[in-house]
């Protein structure tokens, strides 16, 4: 069984920084994508940042310059570098992974979620 685990969530002000993190453990072949989705309340999930390999990124409009994703492969983890906070990034961060496992069956799965709260 897969599992993701999202930490480094929490309360800060307008301007601040936050540092979340992801690691993934159990039967892991390997690790196509890894990224970052959000969602406040009332509001549908969204992606902030994904990776779908070593060498490329992808960021939602809303957060470039502010944000950077990285991955360690040899941890099976990602990150994500919360800089510029602003109320409007209030929202649970959610972990995703296209992880490989038994047979070469690739799936997707979601960690639990990270409370962000940003106060102006």
């Known amino acids: 069984q897969v599992q993701l685990v999202e930490s480094g969530g929490g309360l800060v002000q307008a301007g601040g920084s936050l540092r979340l993190s992801c690691a993934a453990s159990?039967?892991?072949?390997?690790?196509?994508?890894m990224g970052w989705y959000r969602q406040a309340p009332g509001k549908q999930r969204e992606l902030v940042a994904n990776?779908?390999?070593?060498?490329?990124?992808i960021y939602a409009d809303s957060v470039k310059g502010r944000f950077t994703i990285s991955r360690d492969n040899a941890k099976n983890a990602v990150y994500l570098q919360m800089n510029s906070l602003e109320p409007e990034d209030t929202a649970v961060y959610y972990c995703?992974?296209?992880?490989?496992?038994?047979?070469?069956?690739?799936?997707?799965?979601w960690g639990r979620g990270t409370q962000v709260t940003v106060s102006s």
């Open positions: 995703n992974a296209l992880i490989v496992g038994r047979l070469g069956l690739t799936s997707s799965y």
């Open positions: 159990g039967f892991i072949f390997s690790i196509n994508a």
């Open positions: 990776a779908p390999n070593a060498d490329s990124t």
